[in-house]
C-alpha cells in the first residue's frame, strides 16, 4: 500500500466511523439517554473525528461531493 493509498483509506474509515457513531448518537437522543456514559463517550469521539476531517478539510485534501451530510 502506497502512501497515499494509506492516508485514502484513514480518512474513509474516519468518515465511516463518524457517520456510524453520529447514527449511535441519534438512537440514544431519541431514547432520550442523553446522560449516559455511552452517549458521553460518542459525543467525544464525534468532536475528535470533527477536528481530524478539519484539518483534511484546511489542506484541501476532502472533495466537497464527499462532505454532504457529513460533519
Known amino acids: 500500500m502506497t502512501r497515499l493509498e494509506a492516508f485514502e483509506k484513514m480518512?474513509?474509515?474516519?468518515?465511516k466511523q463518524a457517520d456510524l457513531e453520529n447514527n449511535k448518537l441519534e438512537e440514544l437522543k431519541?431514547?432520550?439517554?442523553?446522560?449516559t456514559a455511552s452517549y458521553r463517550q460518542l459525543?467525544?469521539?464525534r468532536m475528535l473525528y470533527k477536528m481530524i476531517l478539519d484539518k483534511y478539510r484546511e489542506y484541501g485534501l476532502l472533495n466537497p461531493s464527499e462532505?454532504?451530510?457529513r460533519l
Not at 11 to 15: F, K, P, V
Open 30 to 35: 431519541l431514547e432520550r439517554k442523553e446522560k
Open 67 to 69: 462532505e454532504k451530510g
Open 11 to 15: 480518512l474513509a474509515d474516519i468518515q
Open 43 to 45: 459525543l467525544g469521539n
